[in-house]
């Protein structure tokens, strides 16, 4: 039986192997990253990868929004300025060492058989897959949503770590940039739901990494001051609410934790409120 677990063990780290020579040895001289033991291998394939992820989502959006489609989506007078994006830029990519430390992590215990992980979808079946997905992103976004409030509600949280991200606070000085634009263990927190569900959630473990990495994606998103008014999805209509009122609207990816925790505002209800 411990020859079976080892076993299977393997494929994990079979295939975190696999992504760090995709990943390093498209990009960098196997002298560089090769003598690496594994788990700094692990880091430095998920740093380039947020940093990646990080700056082709956020130019690729503002480009679409500010300049392609200007005065669509976003007035002329609302776009932030030069100033506040490379802010943003510059705090963002001085925290992305530490947050990429958390998925290496989270790896790490994945590939010692600490968690819940499994290693394909075979192994389960697509029906249980689909369940335990769900379950997963319940946890997530249960956690993430009050890891998020707490950060509001206990002072010296918000004081000395949240207070960063919040400098932003209008729309003029919203951008997709201002999405990982953290202090480092404010924006680790904010992930580590993420990495608690693999303790109580059988998971998929490709599809963990994959759900960490669209953390990017999807708070480039909720900073664009958009509001798409696709229910249930917490998009950026609510998140903005969320920078101008700090007390509404914690939620993640959907409206639900909010409604729940009675913390919910619509941004339909302000929209007399709003200058254009």
């Given at each position: 039986?411990?020859?079976?677990?080892?076993?299977?063990?393997?494929?994990?780290?079979?295939?975190?192997?696999?992504y760090n020579r995709i990943v390093?040895?498209?990009?960098?001289?196997?002298?560089?990253?090769?003598?690496?033991?594994?788990?700094?291998?692990?880091?430095?394939?998920?740093?380039?990868?947020?940093?990646?992820?990080?700056?082709?989502?956020?130019?690729?959006?503002?480009?679409?929004?500010?300049?392609?489609?200007?005065?669509?989506?976003?007035?002329?007078?609302?776009?932030?300025?030069?100033?506040?994006?490379?802010?943003?830029?510059?705090?963002?990519?001085?925290?992305?060492?530490?947050?990429?430390?958390?998925?290496?992590?989270?790896?790490y215990m994945v590939e010692n058989?600490?968690?819940?992980?499994?290693?394909?979808?075979?192994?389960?079946?697509?029906?249980?897959?689909?369940?335990?997905?769900?379950?997963?992103?319940?946890?997530?976004?249960?956690?993430?949503?009050?890891?998020?409030?707490?950060?509001?509600?206990?002072?010296?949280?918000?004081?000395?770590?949240?207070?960063?991200?919040?400098?932003?606070?209008?729309?003029?000085?919203?951008?997709?940039?201002?999405?990982?634009?953290?202090?480092?263990?404010?924006?680790?927190?904010?992930?580590?739901p993420h990495v608690i569900a693999?303790?109580?959630?059988?998971?998929?473990?490709?599809?963990?990494?994959?759900?960490?990495?669209?953390?990017?994606?999807?708070?480039?998103?909720?900073?664009?001051?958009?509001?798409?008014?696709?229910?249930?999805?917490?998009?950026?209509?609510?998140?903005?609410?969320?920078?101008?009122?700090?007390?509404?609207?914690?939620?993640?990816?959907?409206?639900?934790?909010?409604?729940?925790?009675?913390?919910?505002?619509?941004?339909?209800?302000?929209?007399?409120?709003?200058?254009?």
């Amino acid at each position: 039986m411990e020859d079976h677990g080892s076993t299977y063990l393997q494929l994990f780290v079979d295939e975190t192997t696999f992504y760090n020579r995709i990943v390093l040895g498209s990009l960098l001289p196997s002298s560089v990253w090769d003598p690496l033991p594994h788990f700094l291998q692990t880091w430095l394939r998920n740093y380039i990868g947020g940093v990646l992820v990080y700056f082709l989502s956020g130019f690729l959006w503002c480009f679409y929004i500010y300049y392609w489609k200007r005065n669509v989506y976003v007035p002329q007078d609302a776009i932030p300025s030069y100033k506040s994006m490379l802010l943003q830029i510059y705090v963002t990519m001085k925290a992305m060492p530490c947050y990429s430390a958390l998925p290496a992590v989270s790896e790490y215990m994945v590939e010692n058989g600490w968690t819940k992980c499994f290693s394909r979808i075979s192994d389960v079946g697509w029906l249980a897959y689909l369940v335990y997905l769900v379950n997963y992103l319940v946890v997530a976004e249960f956690g993430i949503y009050w890891m998020h409030r707490e950060l509001h509600d206990i002072k010296p949280l918000y004081k000395y770590l949240h207070a960063t991200h919040h400098i932003y606070n209008k729309q003029n000085t919203l951008s997709p940039f201002a999405g990982l634009a953290f202090h480092p263990l404010d924006g680790i927190l904010q992930a580590v739901p993420h990495v608690i569900a693999l303790f109580l959630v059988p998971t998929h473990f490709l599809t963990h990494i994959l759900l960490l990495f669209l953390e990017a994606i999807w708070t480039a998103n909720i900073h664009d001051c958009i509001h798409a008014n696709l229910w249930p999805v917490m998009g950026a209509g609510y998140h903005t609410i969320h920078h101008t009122t700090y007390r509404h609207n914690y939620g993640h990816y959907t409206i639900w934790m909010d409604w729940l925790f009675g913390t919910l505002r619509d941004p339909l209800d302000d929209e007399p409120k709003k200058v254009m």
